[in-house]
């Protein structure tokens, strides 16, 4: 019946999704092919708002080009500018400071967290219950208001900065990290109240978008996306960096594979970002926000390739240094852009309603997939 | 046995709903969890952190002095070309000449609030600003020039 | 495997491959006609089962473009950077999208910002640049765009 | 009733002739147009103010509605919910109606513009006559008609032509697709709360309203019919909520998806009329809901407390009416903005694996409770 209806071409109905589209969260762009409600094809069409970093990279000084990356998955802004941090750190073999690196992992681990309520929100509401999302921005903002006491800026930060961090914590930091984890703990049970035991909630994500493990490894998929299908691909355990080797947390893996193992993956790894954070927090190390560093940084000639986690995935920097102040060529290796691929393969033979949930779990953000 | 699954399944279907029912009913009856922030109206008690990234200023003090020397090391610090330093020659008392700024001009509209000038600038010249409500009718208008007319450099700054 | 076994390795399925010094990875150079069976075999060989590619770029050297695979392995956990040369004017190479999938996009995107032309690909449009674009490759070095390109 | 009678037992247990009635009015106002005009024109008079009134119950029925939907969903949102125009903002759904009503009604290229503009109206229309049967205080009907809830039933599932034809005309593929999956849902749903009701009905023994109403003087059917009613009241609400298109049976218009499936091109005042039928049918449903399982406009007796239920007797029938009516539609709204989405093929499923099965069930059950007379 599958095949029957994969091969045939009568009576195929094309729609586009997007780019302007409540379900895309963004400019993309997705052609479908239908019969009747059954999906026979997903092709996506990117561009709408590639603003070509790469190339715009290749004009900005070391210190510079780090602020642009804010702007590619602008939910895990302080992860990116960590990667571009990191790049730059191993290229030149500075030696960052201990408490710079605590205060790093924090932001990530924060971003991570705040990255993933939002998803959640959003999730909810592309399978069609909008309280959720309310109730996700009650928490993030929380850590949204932290980040602007911090560094100054809610979204798209610059906090990371080759050595180390452009400005040392602020005082009320550490008490308002500890009451977020308190307010967070007192209200995720709503989480699964709302949204993960109802019944409609589950039974539209189980077995919906099967990605086996094979495909998951073979199109690139990685971070949640990827755990889900129990492929064990977190670069903050293969490849731990800065602190990461000196917190206790777990890998989360679900071997479904469906939508309800992405999401299970995420809500999972907030509680593991929460404990990462618990560790740290009171184990902030005194000393150097910043390691002394010159004021034009030239990276030694060569090509220097770094990967961290960011709440969608492995994002890869490969930096092509020709020995000047600005990268000869960088190519940002982007989460979403190969998450995305694996669309088609999940949603064929699936209903159009599916697609929605899909793309959910997926947690696309169109700037990274474009960037 | 099928119709004892069957039941199962109604019943803790129903009894899932209702769990949500209830998380909802409790925000509807309890109006003091609301967060909303009415955002226009609350403009006079409404304070950002003092870090917070708006704009870029050039603070002077009551003798409309300012610290900047006009060595365009946040010129250069800028990705977006931002930043404009005019420079001119001052005659100090003594009769040497001195480099000043003229003008610095500052591109609101092109800025990013990534505070990369702030950090470059070696004499704490200029700041960041809490201010965030940009919005003009001329796009001209967010072309500013930080020092103000007839301003000198403090002195003791080099 | 260790980075020397996987030099050894390598060098007895292609004796030809030159390996590049420094960097944390093995970097290998392969022409681009031995690319279609030596990835076959990166991918299939018991000992190195690169079954993950996670980087698929190109870079522009003025004088020849260089395609630059990144390879790992799920099960071995070791890495290797396959690079090979293709010629300014008419850049062609093999596609390796049946054998990573993930290749296809990455491929399609390669084509489109380099120009490179990947031979048996299933679908090599346009994936970013919108339809009926035509002049250069934006991502190559002698691109110039006066109207959107800003000279700082 | 003589007054003799009512003094002779004062705390009659229901005593529901004491109640507060409009006939009074309404009789009162038959017999003046009567003496003063002839018959055809004591007609004419009678439709026209009959019109004017659905017509105005119509406009505020959707005001009311509207701010209610959008306070309910503020509250359970953690927001504040409309609070600028008016007094808290409850005006705020007149201003919505204005912008609305000035704004340019298009009709794109490649639609059919005949069906394209007769689909919100046939909306409207159907909306507008499913008012008619509805008890809406006692004694207070627009046509007493002794088959009314099968009236309502019939003419409730016209809906769907205008659904329909507002997606096929409109010459838009989401609209089309939002119209073929509601015609598909409204056509299942139609089948288990069609069922429901009859286990009422049989309960009762009378297809017309008052008939219904006045049969549950001594206790609603909710209470009065065991579990099986509670079963039947329960499926109701399901259906009907499917059937009216709310979430979470949405799919004909499932933003996520289709945009705004059927109405993705209508705007302006088309849209409203859409709008407003959608309000206006949760209105309905929730009427005969009421009706059927919570006694209409009956007041609430408990047993033997006699000053309880005397006092409950002076509280107007129309309160007791919308009072129940806005339950039930609070109570559809809570769905809303609790729940997600399903998908059509779970939608189905619902429908003829869960909801008919048990009705059916529930029918015959309920059927032989009548006949035993088991029912209290």
């Known amino acids: ?371 | 046995m099928f119709i004892v699954k069957y039941i199962k399944d109604v019943f803790s279907g129903i009894k899932s709903l209702l769990v949500g029912m209830r998380r909802t009913g409790y925000y509807f009856t309890h109006h003091k969890e609301i967060i909303t922030e009415q955002y226009p109206d609350n403009r006079d008690t409404l304070k950002l952190p003092e870090r917070f990234k708006g704009e870029v200023v050039m603070p002077h003090d009551a003798n409309n002095e300012h610290r900047c020397t006009g060595c365009t090391a946040c010129e250069l610090a800028c990705p977006n070309g931002t930043i404009k330093v005019v420079t001119k020659f001052d005659i100090t008392p003594d009769g040497k000449k001195k480099k000043a700024i003229d003008k610095l001009v500052y591109h609101l509209e092109l800025c990013t609030m990534c505070n990369l000038c702030i950090v470059a600038c070696p004499s704490d010249a200029i700041v960041m600003a809490q201010t965030f409500e940009h919005s003009v009718f001329d796009r001209a208008e967010l072309t500013k020039i930080l020092n103000n007319p007839g301003s000198r450099i403090m002195d003791g700054v080099e | ?152 | ?376």
């Open chain 4, 1 to 376: 009733m003589p007054l003799t009678s009512a003094f002779s037992i004062p705390f009659s247990r229901f005593d529901i002739h004491k109640m507060w009635s409009l006939t009074d009015i309404t009789t009162n106002i038959h017999d003046w147009l009567n003496e003063t005009f002839s018959p055809t024109w004591v007609l004419i008079i009678e439709m026209v103010i009959a019109g004017i009134a659905v017509i105005g119950l119509f406009a505020v029925l959707g005001l009311v509605l509207v701010i209610m939907e959008r306070k309910v969903s503020a509250w359970m949102q953690i927001r504040l919910g409309p609070n600028r125009v008016g007094p808290k903002g409850l005006l705020q759904s007149l201003a919505d109606t204005l912008k609305l009503l000035v704004k340019e009604g298009l009709t794109p290229g490649g639609a059919d513009k005949f069906l394209f503009n007769l689909a919100p109206i046939i909306a409207l229309v159907v909306a507008m006559l499913l008012m008619a049967p509805i008890a809406f205080a006692k004694d207070f009907q627009l046509w007493n008609l002794n088959i009314g809830v099968l009236y309502v039933s019939a003419v409730s599932s016209l809906m769907v032509i205008s659904i329909l034809m507002a997606g096929w005309s409109s010459n838009n593929k989401y609209s089309l697709m939002g119209a073929m999956r509601s015609g598909a849902q409204i056509v299942s749903y139609e089948l288990s709360a069609g069922l429901s009701i009859l286990t009422i009905v049989v309960l009762a023994g009378s297809l017309n309203i008052p008939d219904i109403i006045y049969s549950q003087a001594d206790g609603w059917w909710i209470f009065k019919g065991h579990i099986p009613a509670l079963i039947a009241f329960v499926i109701f609400i399901i259906a009907v909520t499917a059937e009216t298109n709310r979430a979470p049976f949405d799919l004909a218009e499932a933003e996520s998806e289709l945009t705004a499936g059927f109405h993705t091109e209508y705007s302006g005042m088309k849209f409203a009329l859409f709008f407003l039928a959608e309000y206006v049918n949760v209105f309905i449903v929730c009427a005969i809901g009421a009706t059927l399982f919570l006694g209409g406009w009956m007041p609430f007796h408990i047993g033997n407390w006699e000053a309880f239920n005397h006092v409950m007797d002076y509280i107007p029938s129309s309160i007791w009416f919308f009072g129940k009516t806005f339950f039930l539609i609070f109570v559809i709204m809570w769905f809303r903005w609790t729940f997600p989405r399903l998908r059509i093929d779970q939608l189905l499923n619902l429908e003829w694996k869960y909801l008919l099965p048990i009705s059916m069930f529930n029918l015959i059950l309920v059927t032989a409770i009548a006949i035993l007379k088991w029912h209290f």
């Open chain 1, 1 to 371: 019946m599958l095949e029957e209806v994969a091969t045939s071409t009568e009576g195929d109905l094309v729609i586009n999704v997007g780019p302007q589209h409540p379900a895309t969260h963004g400019v993309l762009h997705l052609v479908i092919t239908l019969n009747g409600e059954t999906i026979k094809k997903v092709e996506p069409h990117l561009g709408y708002i590639h603003r070509s970093i790469e190339k715009m990279c290749e004009s900005l000084t070391y210190r510079q080009f780090i602020y642009v990356t804010s702007r590619m998955d602008y939910l895990s802004a302080h992860i990116n500018n960590h990667a571009c941090a990191l790049c730059v750190e191993k290229a030149m073999q500075i030696e960052v400071p201990e408490r710079a690196q605590v205060i790093r992992v924090i932001m990530d681990e924060l971003t991570r967290i705040a990255s993933h309520e939002l998803w959640w929100g959003a999730m909810a509401m592309d399978i069609g219950a909008f309280t959720p999302f309310f109730h996700a921005f009650r928490e993030r903002e929380t850590i949204n208001d932290i980040m602007e006491e911090t560094c100054g800026a809610r979204l798209t930060m610059n906090y990371m900065v080759p050595g180390g961090v452009m400005i040392d914590l602020h005082p009320d930091f550490q008490r308002k990290v500890k009451e977020f984890i308190k307010l967070f703990r007192s209200k995720v049970h709503e989480y699964d109240e709302l949204v993960t035991g109802n019944i409609i909630f589950r039974s539209r994500m189980k077995d919906v978008g099967f990605l086996s493990k094979e495909d998951a490894i073979s199109f690139g998929c990685t971070g949640p996306t990827a755990r889900g299908s129990g492929v064990s691909c977190d670069i903050r355990k293969l490849y731990p960096y800065d602190v990461y080797n000196k917190v206790q947390f777990e890998e989360v893996l679900e071997t479904g594979g469906d939508s309800l193992a992405r999401y299970m993956v995420r809500i999972r790894e907030m509680h593991q970002s929460i404990s990462i954070i618990e560790q740290l927090i009171d184990n902030i190390p005194e000393g150097d926000f910043q390691a002394k560093t010159k004021a034009v940084l030239k990276l030694p000639k060569g090509e220097f390739y770094t990967r961290v986690e960011t709440a969608r995935g492995e994002l890869g920097l490969y930096i092509v240094s020709e020995g000047a102040t600005t990268p000869y060529r960088i190519k940002f290796r982007s989460p979403g852009f190969s998450n995305l691929s694996a669309l088609d393969t999940m949603a064929r033979g699936s209903k159009l309603g599916d697609l929605v949930a899909m793309m959910g779990t997926l947690d696309l953000v169109i700037p990274d997939i474009d960037r």
């Open chain 3, 1 to 152: 495997m260790t980075n020397e076994e996987l030099k050894t390795r390598i060098t007895e399925l292609v004796p030809s491959a030159a390996f590049e010094e420094g960097g944390e990875w093995i970097n290998v150079n392969v022409d681009p006609g031995e690319w279609p069976g030596f990835a076959r075999q990166l991918r299939s060989d018991a000992g190195l089962q690169f079954d993950y590619l996670f980087c698929l770029t190109c870079v522009d050297w003025k004088t020849h473009l260089a395609m630059v695979y990144h390879l790992s392995s799920t099960l071995f956990r070791h890495n290797l950077v396959v690079k090979a040369k293709l010629d300014n004017h008419t850049p062609q190479i093999e596609t390796v999208s049946h054998i990573w999938k993930t290749a296809e996009l990455h491929e399609r995107e390669v084509y489109e910002m380099f120009g490179v032309n990947f031979l048996n690909h299933p679908d090599l449009r346009l994936l970013i640049l919108p339809e009926g674009w035509e002049g250069k490759n934006p991502m190559r070095k002698d691109f110039e765009d006066p109207v959107n390109m800003i000279k700082l």
